[in-house]
Nanobody
Framework: QVQLMESGGGSVQAGGSLRLSCVGS????????MAWFRQTPGNKRDVVAA???????CYADFVRGRFTISKETAKNTLYLQMNSLEPEDTAMYFC?????????????????WGRGTQVTVSS
């Protein structure tokens, strides 16, 4: 059974930083496409960044160089380093995974999901 567990969310002021983590069990990070999505109430999940099983990453335009996605395969963990946070980044952040080798950007392309971690950025 595949499980994804996010952590690292919290409340910060604009300009601050947070590092999100997603630990996977039942799935090998080095053989999976993994991604971070975010969702605000009443809206669909939007991709933030994705990481393919080969060392390629891709980002949503709104990231604008502020966020970095990375994997630590020995720990089966996906990270999202978020810097220069803005109030518009406030959302629930979800980790997603799929047995795959491509940088997948659509919500419907992922098979497994975590329960999310809340990020709140105040002005």
């Amino acid at each position: 059974q595949v499980q994804l567990m996010e952590s690292g969310g919290g409340s910060v002021q604009a300009g601050g930083s947070l590092r999100l983590s997603c630990v996977g069990s039942g799935i090998a990070a080095d053989m999976s496409s993994m991604a971070w999505f975010r969702q605000t109430p009443g809206n669909k999940r939007d991709v933030v960044a994705a990481f393919a099983s080969d060392p390629n990453s891709c980002y949503a335009d709104f990231v604008r160089g502020r966020f970095t996605i990375s994997k630590e395969t020995a720990k089966n963990t996906l990270y999202l380093q978020m810097n220069s946070l803005e109030p518009e980044d406030t959302a629930m952040y979800f980790c997603a995974a799929k047995w795959n080798s491509y940088c997948l950007l659509r919500e419907d392309e992922y098979t497994y999901w975590g329960r999310g971690t809340q990020v709140t950025v105040s002005s």
